[in-house]
């Protein structure tokens, strides 16, 4: 890893999608009178001395192959500034925070040969504007931005190492990316985790959601987790129509409604919406898109004989399960580990107490 000269100009940023890059790079170089400053089969970058601009190249989707191809059909990629330091970043950022628009941040990411942190933000138009300050360059592509999800910002590092067959700290965590092919089938039962990153904003995948479900069950071992990361509509959408920016590369759009029965519907159980925004990322004719994931278990898992206590606290006055165990408020109520395990992990895990003890004689036990 090189560092990096602290740069004392701030610098437009913008990145381009190309169909050619061994065209492209020769042609800007004509252009701004001066040889990129990086080339390499999946990247291009240009620093004029004579503009304050930072210009990087994208080759488009399926041009290196289905696993390398990241950008999407339209030329401009995203746009954004290169700030000097910390300080104008967070300076930058706390301007639009403070005028209620919303970011996404990201520390020491590895992106585009650099080290970089960084936030992400979407304009009224939909074009994606990333601001980052320059660490450090490194001699690898990185992680934060290999593979770019379908809601205009990059898959996290963690998960880009479970693609490429790392597990996340000691788990077993294998994922699924938009334009990657899906196996035949998963070693059965040897997955603690699955993520599947926009796989179902794939036309590939539109017609064959139910055995890629099948397929992930079985992949999992008993009490092993899903997770499904996707841009979704409140309504049916025959196509998915042209999106902005990094999200061009979205074919289809699931209805959030019929994807949470069809995880259901596969055999998984603890369905629930963990992301949902509240703001659609998206408006189509009057259809609504909106971030959504998905959090689901495979059965089995952790039951044992002896069981343990939650008190579901509110603010209902009690909730039931997708297998009929009721939870009043504020009452002990005994369940087998696993029903535990996925109320804590969940989205309503602020709504329970999972106390460390219990009289097993004040409820009845595992239903």
Same mark, same amino acid.
């Given at each position: @890893? ?7 100009? @701030? ?77 104008? !970043?967070?300076?930058? /950022? ?12 990201? #520390? ?19 074009? &994606?504007?990333?601001?980052?300050? !320059? ?9 934060? /931005? ?19 067959? /790392? ?17 035949? /089938? ?33 992949? !999992? ?15 049916? &959408? #025959? ?33 629930? &919406? ?14 609504? @898109?909106?971030?959504?994931?998905? !959090? ?25 399960? #997708? ?10 109520? @005994? ?33």
């Amino acid at each position: @890893m090189n560092a990096v000269a602290v740069d004392a100009t @701030m610098k437009f940023h913008l990145s381009l999608n190309v169909s050619d890059l061994d065209r492209s790079v020769p042609f800007l170089s004509i252009l701004l009178g001066c040889e990129p400053v990086k080339w390499h089969s999946d990247y291009a970058k240009f620093e004029p001395e004579w503009l304050p601009l930072v210009l990087s190249l994208e080759p488009r989707r399926g041009d290196l192959g289905s696993k390398q191809g990241v950008s999407g059909l339209g030329a401009l990629n995203h746009l954004g500034f290169r700030t000097t330091d910390a300080a104008a !970043l967070i300076d930058v /950022q706390r301007r639009l925070e403070l005028a209620g628009i919303k970011t996404d941040r990201e #520390e020491g990411v590895d992106c585009c040969y650099a080290r970089q942190t960084k936030f992400w933000v979407t304009d009224p138009d939909q074009n &994606l504007w990333e601001v980052y300050v !320059l660490e450090s360059d490194i001699e690898h592509r990185g992680n934060g /931005q290999v593979a770019l999800n379908v809601l205009n910002r990059p898959i996290s590092a963690t998960a880009t190492a479970a693609a490429a067959g /790392q597990a996340l700290t000691s788990r077993n965590t294998w994922l699924h990316r938009l334009a990657d092919a899906f196996p035949e /089938q998963l070693a059965a039962g040897t997955l603690d985790e699955v993520y599947l990153e926009g796989t179902f904003n794939s036309q590939d995948f539109a017609a064959s959601k139910a055995e890629v479900l099948s397929k992930s069950l079985v992949g !999992l071992r008993p009490g092993g987790k899903l997770l499904i990361h996707a841009l979704t509509t409140n309504q049916h &959408l #025959e196509a998915a129509p042209p999106l902005n920016g990094l999200a061009a590369v979205v074919s289809h759009l699931p209805y959030d409604r019929e994807l949470m029965a069809e995880v259901a519907a596969a055999g998984f159980v603890g369905v629930q &919406l963990v992301k949902f925004g509240d703001r659609p990322c998206f408006h189509f004719h009057g259809i609504e @898109m909106r971030e959504t994931e998905l !959090l689901a278990w495979k059965p089995g898992g952790a039951e044992s004989e002896t069981c343990v206590g939650v008190i579901y606290k509110g603010p209902f006055a009690q909730v039931t399960d #997708e297998c009929g165990q009721v939870f009043p408020r504020g009452q002990r109520m @005994m369940v087998d580990t696993a029903t535990r395990d996925r109320l804590q992990q969940g989205a309503g895990a602020s709504q329970f107490a999972f106390p460390e003890t219990l009289d097993p004689s004040s409820a009845g036990c595992c239903g």
